[in-house]
């Protein structure tokens, strides 16, 4: 409540955190601005690039992130895939996986396209998303650092047999050791894709509610730090 003597003048002092401000850099040509402060790309994510391989029940399984020059032609095979299409919809001629990709590619680091290799096989495409810097949050009572993740299955074959709820415990088991602040893994798959849903719950998300996104009603699943071990 405003003082007796509060005059027209007055001002709230608002600080932002700072991976906010590094959103919004004086200089977006000059990483140096705000010394002290992480540069967007291999900050906000807390450098995807460089998680360790990690061994599961399937196999040794990392995350590499997607090099157009050398990823596109398999990303742009997998999205043709008419399963994949229904919910991705980035189906067409590879310009449009491209353009999907050099979206989050060109941006400042708040989401990052990743193929998913099992013992040295690349089988599966991922996105790992700050859910709090992204416009999901909102449509839903987001937390501060609360990580997302997206993922298709490339093959036919490794689809239905369970790989997709493991790799998906994985990755969010690797996103809460790397992102120490992330409390939360979240995810938002559509409805209708009971699948996918069927995996987030196996994977040890729970699911928290239905929300209404511009473009699908989705399943929202998170996966608590403090309920990783129970789950």
Known sequence: MPTADAGPDDTLDLTLPPEVLVLFPD??????????????VDDLLDGVADWSPTDTPVGTFRLVPVRPERDLRTLARWMNDPAVAEFWE???????TEKHLRAQLNGDGRSVPCLGVLDDTPMSYWEI????????????????????VHLLIGGVADRARGLGATLLRTVADQILDHRPGCARVI????????????AFLTAGFRLSAEIELPAK???????????????
Request: glycine content about 4%; hydrophobic content about 35%.
């Open 217 to 231: 009603r989705a399943a929202l699943m998170i996966r608590d730090r403090v309920l990783r071990h129970l789950l």
């Open 187 to 198: 995810a938002e798959p559509d409805l209708r894709n009971t699948p996918s849903v069927a």
């Open 90 to 96: 980035l189906d067409g001629p590879p310009e449009v």
């Open 129 to 148: 998303y700050r859910a709090d810097l992204d416009p999901v949050a909102r449509y839903y009572p987001a937390r501060p650092h609360d990580t997302g």
């Open 27 to 40: 200089d977006p040509d000059d990483p140096a601005v705000r010394p002290g402060l992480p540069t967007p």
